[in-house]
C-alpha cells in the first residue's frame, strides 16, 4: 500500500507564496499521473493541477500562471508551488495519485490558509 506524504501547509498573507510536497512512499515512477486537490469549507473537492508521467501539466482556470505543479525524480516527491495566493485559495490540499497498475491514493491533506 503506497502512502502519500504531504508538507508545506500554512498561514500566509494574500499574495505570499507557498510550496506544498508530495512524496509517495514507493518509487514516484510507478505513477500515471499525480494531482492536487482541494477542498474548502462547505465546497466539493476541486481539481487543482495535473501532472503526468511525461511532465505534462494542466490546470484549473483559477490557478492557472499563479500556481505549478512539477515533479523531481530525484528526490521522490512532487511540488506545487502556490504564488500570489488569495484568500480564496484558502483550502485543505490534497495529493492524489494514479498508478501504472491503475491503483488511486490520496494523502491526508495539509491546511493552507491565506488571510487578508
Known amino acids: 500500500q503506497v502512502q502519500l506524504v504531504e508538507s508545506g501547509g500554512g498561514l500566509v498573507q494574500a499574495g505570499g507564496s507557498l510550496r506544498l510536497s508530495c512524496e509517495p512512499s514507493?518509487?514516484?515512477?510507478?505513477?500515471?499521473?499525480m494531482d492536487w486537490y482541494r477542498q474548502a469549507p462547505g465546497n466539493q473537492r476541486e481539481l487543482v493541477a495535473v501532472?503526468?508521467?511525461?511532465?505534462?501539466?494542466n490546470y484549473a482556470d483559477s490557478v492557472k500562471d499563479r500556481f505549478t505543479i512539477s515533479i523531481d525524480n530525484a528526490k521522490n516527491t512532487m511540488y506545487l508551488q502556490m504564488n500570489s495566493l488569495k484568500p480564496e485559495d484558502t483550502a485543505v490540499y490534497y495529493c492524489?495519485?494514479?498508478?501504472?497498475?491503475?491503483?488511486?491514493?490520496w494523502g491526508q491533506g495539509t491546511q493552507v490558509t491565506v488571510s487578508s
Open positions: 514507493g518509487s514516484i515512477l510507478s505513477m500515471y499521473h
Open positions: 501532472i503526468t508521467s511525461t511532465g505534462a501539466t
Open positions: 492524489y495519485a494514479l498508478s501504472k497498475r491503475g491503483y488511486n491514493y
